[in-house]
């Protein structure tokens, strides 16, 4: 590949929109107490939660992931953000959200011991602290390191590292959550715009190569592949990725914190939504171009190379240093909101448990300390993941065996009463030993089976470890129930209220809409 040189005007704009993030975020941060600095006062409304929960999923994984997987085996990657992502939304939005805000938790592990105990707390909390660290925080790093030294071979990887982490903690963490949320509203418009334009200089060089591909049916246009397929199986989509979603969307500390700090149960749920549409769009401006690429950059070996070419090579000066801005967003954005959700995850389920008698400013005075151990230790692992062959990758066969214990643990406790303390922190342990075992032994006892037809089997087993455990210990106690457990009475009472209420202002219709795009998306690209 040849050397790509950047323009000075561009590089002013990067250290320009750069240094402005910093003290946007630094000014409208809040850190007088852990209500402010973990969960931004629980005051934002929907369109805000919306944006920052789009800007806080686009990672590295969506982006550099999803574009070059999209190069090497077409649109089908885009299921992650459809059967995966979307639809699992519009569930996570009636069904689980309301559960979650009523409930007061700070944290997602803190739900868990409201329905369970303790115990499942404290291990889901420190899975989720791993999982933040070596896979989402050390991955943002990562791509941040790969754009650099596409500008500027000659870099060092772990300086980059370095700087990009010092860079998103400057603001991070003496703000807390209100910081990440304002920055993460500028990072959101500026990646769709810059996003935009990169879309439409793709189209312009390449659609008829698109139109060609799609009129003739090629599989690289296909949604729904056949079951042998090694990208995506069409089963897998159906049994396999809405597990996995549920994980990344309903159950992962970084995301479902921007819901929390939401206003109301109504104004989270209109923001999911939101945020449901603003992904819809990434058909467009991630997926698609990313198969025009295979025309415009053929023979490209690395995936994870695809979208900063696309940036660096169809753009002129001054758009080119929007779109590097746009790209550094993505990154940026979702690093403070693991770095802002990691803390709490440690202050709120391990120190305040140890420390009872800790108050609020300790408590945000050990959060920061907290976040500059998660970014050193981050930093120090991000060169590694290069031994991957690509972030997507990467990340999607680390969480298909990590999530589906979780989901089947949450899933059980939010349907079925009957399943207890007991049978939730066994369910947990036993499904995480099942999915070691068959990542280590996966070649013999699964031979040749996609890993999207895998997570359904360990969703299971774990189901029926928790379900099989619990009637060994008596039922949970009443209280435990109150707030934790769907109730479908309560959910009919809220869709007569809703549809009470004027059109616009009805959360169903716009999740029916949303739903109905998808529908329309997987008409055309059938």
């Known amino acids: 590949m040849e050397n790509i040189t950047i323009d000075i005007i561009d590089i002013v704009i990067v250290i320009l929109y750069m240094a402005f993030i910093v003290w946007w975020g630094l000014r409208n941060g809040k850190s007088k107490d852990s209500q402010s600095y973990f969960l931004a006062d629980r005051g934002m409304s929907w369109w805000i939660v919306g944006l920052s929960l789009f800007a806080a999923s686009i990672s590295s994984t969506t982006l550099i992931g999803q574009s070059g997987d999209a190069y090497h085996t077409g649109l089908a990657v885009f299921n992650y953000n459809l059967a995966g992502g979307v639809l699992v939304m519009v569930f996570f939005a009636i069904v689980l959200l309301p559960l979650y805000i009523r409930s007061g938790i700070f944290t997602i592990p803190e739900f868990l011991e409201k329905r369970f105990d303790s115990r499942s707390r404290y291990y889901f909390s420190a899975l989720c602290v791993i999982g933040n660290i070596f896979l989402d925080a050390a991955g943002a790093l990562y791509a941040a390191a790969l754009i650099i030294k596409l500008v500027y071979p000659e870099a060092d990887l772990h300086l980059i590292i370095i700087i990009f982490a010092l860079l998103c903690a400057s603001y991070t963490i003496p703000g807390g959550l209100s910081s990440a949320i304002n920055a993460e509203i500028i990072q959101a418009v500026i990646l769709l715009i810059g996003s935009a334009i990169l879309s439409i200089a793709c189209y312009n060089r390449g659609g008829e190569y698109f139109v060609q591909l799609f009129n003739n049916k090629d599989e690289l246009t296909s949604l729904i592949r056949p079951n042998n397929d090694t990208a995506t199986p069409w089963l897998g989509l159906i049994i396999g990725m809405p597990i996995t979603g549920l994980y990344f969307w309903a159950n992962n500390q970084t995301l479902v914190q921007r819901v929390l700090s939401s206003k109301t149960v109504d104004e989270g749920r209109k923001g999911v939504l939101f945020a449901g549409l603003l992904t819809l769009c990434t058909l467009f401006i991630v997926a698609i171009p990313g198969v025009i690429a295979r025309y415009l950059f053929p023979g490209l070996e690395k995936p994870d190379m695809v979208y900063p070419n696309m940036v660096l090579n169809l753009l002129p000066v001054g758009l080119l240093g929007i779109l590097l801005a746009a790209l550094l967003s993505a990154l940026t954005s979702t690093l403070s909101a693991i770095l802002n959700s990691t803390s709490t995850l440690i202050t709120m389920d391990f120190y305040a448990k140890m420390n009872k008698k800790a108050d609020s400013k300790n408590l945000v005075a050990v959060g920061k300390i907290v976040s500059c151990i998660v970014i050193v ?129 009805n959360y169903f219709n716009y999740a029916a809409l949303l739903v109905m795009a998808c529908g329309v998306v997987y008409a055309v690209f059938w």
């Not at 065996?401 to 059980?412: D, N, S």
């Not at 009463?417 to 032994?441: D, E, H, W």
């Not at 060994?472 to 109150?482: N, V």
Request: proline share 7%; with cysteine.
């Open 377 to 505: 230790i981050a930093a120090l692992w991000a060169p590694q993941i290069g031994r991957f062959g690509s972030l997507l990758k990467y990340y999607q066969e680390m969480l298909s065996y990590l999530a589906p214990p979780i989901v089947a643990t949450f899933l059980m406790g939010v349907f079925c009463k009957r399943v207890n303390a007991n049978g939730a922190f066994i369910g947990l342990l036993g499904g995480l030993v099942i999915a070691i075992l068959t990542y280590s032994f996966k070649d013999m006892i699964f031979p040749g089976l996609h890993f999207l037809l895998i997570v359904p089997i360990l969703f299971a087993v774990s189901a029926v470890v928790t379900y099989t455990a619990s009637l060994f210990s008596p039922p949970p106690e009443a209280d435990k129930l109150e707030t934790t457990v769907f109730s479908f009475k309560a959910l009919r009472e809220e869709i007569a209220a809703a549809y009470r209420q004027p059109a616009h202002t």
